[in-house]
């Protein structure tokens, strides 16, 4: 049994979360996409135990670990794992520069979307995809790829960018989770090169809190510059027993919190939860096949759930049942459009790079958006202010005014940059560790921003 009984909330809890008013949501109140049941109240009373000092079950901030399945965890894992659809998609892509692989009858079904003589040797398949795919490339040029693919490529069914398909509610227990003091990790069967290209900014999680599975690796030097070249062999499974493993490696210390949805994370929960308190699992159960994908002991895809599903109850462990406890799977940009301007208004914004690149040193520049889509904010020299047109993602800078103050050239110069890149800016994403990030109608990144907290003064 978990050590950790979750209580369920008090009537009273949930008759405040009930009475929160809308121009609050996405701001401090937890999981406000989680309909009002037992799973929600488990997690919650479970987050504000640990982080209460005053409580038995008080832990450490330096100890308040939490950890992440993936696929079916914070996004969906149908018709095909995503990390498989990017492989199916390059191997198309590359087909013309390798002919001969029209000579493989593996790689011929796959580029010809014959699925069904993958499936009949479905190891044996996917290490020749991922192989032709995966590998004799630098670290570097397989992140571009990926992050391409990215940024163009749509899920066959919802017809959005795969980055655009974590799971609204999951978004926000990352987020919750990350105000109240725990350090946020993927623990994945996917490939953890493939996951450190996109993650901070779907999940405002850093590479180096992405544990995943490794394929082989050389050190060359080309030309005078140091690479790291992916080869094709599996070095370590990150996935059932291997996730323990995985997590004692990188991390050192095993984590208070866990989510998955299949069997292959059940040695994960167990490592989180057995023989220690406190610790909480929590499983996600896909029922939900009008909104998503419903499934359990037969999968069509990957995210067998059956054994952990068996011992939940005995473990102590929250299932959460997708059709009846979130009250919306994916983030709708119609629907969310007052949460999503209330969600950047109001706290100051600290520049942190243009264009990537990093701020001048010792430079200040900020960005106040206030009632009505009002805009002003300091340069580092100028105060400027103006206006914004904000409907969901989407955001644009009409005309700056600006104060006429000279300043160090190195300022005048960023000062310069700034107001023409906020003019190049046409949508926005705020990711759960509150970094908002601008980008430009190509979707590259504009302006990257960090909300300064109350009180404090910046540096």
């Not at 978004?171 to 490939?191: C, D, M, N, P, W």
């Not at 030097?221 to 070095?235: E, P």
């Not at 983030?331 to 520049?351: Q, R, Y």
């Not at 009505?372 to 580092?380: I, L, M, P």
């Amino acid at each position: 049994m978990n050590r950790f009984a979750p209580r369920l909330c008090c009537p009273l809890l949930f008759l405040c979360i009930w009475l929160v008013p809308p121009h609050l949501w996405g701001q401090n109140v937890p999981l406000n996409s989680w309909a009002d049941r037992k799973a929600k109240a488990a997690i919650i009373d479970f987050v504000e135990s640990v982080t209460d000092p005053t409580s038995e079950q008080f832990v450490a901030k330096a100890d308040r670990i939490a950890v992440f399945d993936n696929d079916g965890t914070l996004w969906p894992e149908n018709p095909l794992p995503f990390q498989l659809s990017f492989a199916l998609d390059e191997l198309k892509r590359l087909a013309p520069q390798n002919p001969e692989w029209k000579n493989n009858e593996t790689l011929a079904a796959a580029i010809n979307g014959d699925m069904d003589v993958i499936k009949a040797d479905l190891q044996s398949g996917l290490n020749a995809i991922l192989g032709a795919t995966h590998a004799g490339m630098t670290t570097v040029e397989f992140r571009k790829r990926v992050t391409t693919w990215m940024k163009q490529a749509k899920h066959v069914r919802y017809q959005r960018r795969y980055a655009d398909l974590a799971y609204q509610p999951m978004l926000e227990v990352l987020s919750y989770l990350q105000a109240k003091g725990f350090r946020t990790y993927i623990v994945s069967g996917g490939g953890i090169d493939f996951m450190r290209a996109w993650a901070e900014d779907v999940y405002g999680i850093p590479p180096e809190q992405v544990i995943g599975s490794q394929g082989g690796a050389v050190y060359r030097v080309n030309d005078g510059v140091a690479q790291i070249v992916k080869q094709w062999q599996l070095d370590f499974l990150d996935d059932k027993e291997g996730k323990p493993i995985g997590i004692y490696r990188q991390i050192g210390k095993r984590p208070i919190l866990a989510f998955g949805n299949s069997d292959g994370d059940r040695q994960m929960l167990e490592w989180t939860t057995l023989g220690r308190s406190p610790g909480l699992g929590v499983i996600v159960h896909h029922t939900d096949a009008e909104r998503e994908y419903a499934y359990d002991r037969q999968p069509k895809s990957s995210g067998k759930l059956d054994v952990a599903l068996k011992e939940a109850a005995r473990e102590g462990w929250v299932v959460v049942d997708m059709a009846k406890d979130w009250k919306t799977v994916f983030f709708d940009s119609e629907v969310n459009s007052k949460m999503s301007f209330d969600s950047i208004a109001g706290p100051t914004w600290i520049l942190e790079t243009i264009d990537g690149k990093d701020v001048v040193d010792q430079s200040v520049t900020t960005m106040i958006i206030g009632a009505g889509g009002k805009v002003a904010g300091n340069t580092g020299v100028n105060r400027y202010s103006g206006t914004a047109e904000i409907n969901g993602s989407k955001i644009s800078f009409g005309p700056l005014a600006t104060t006429r103050r000279a300043g160090p050239p190195a300022l005048m110069a960023q000062e310069s940059i700034f107001l023409k890149a906020m003019s190049r800016v046409v949508s926005k994403k705020m990711s759960v560790d509150r970094i908002l990030r601008m980008v430009d109608k190509s979707g590259e990144p504009v302006l990257r921003f960090f909300a300064r907290k109350a009180g404090s003064a910046a540096e």
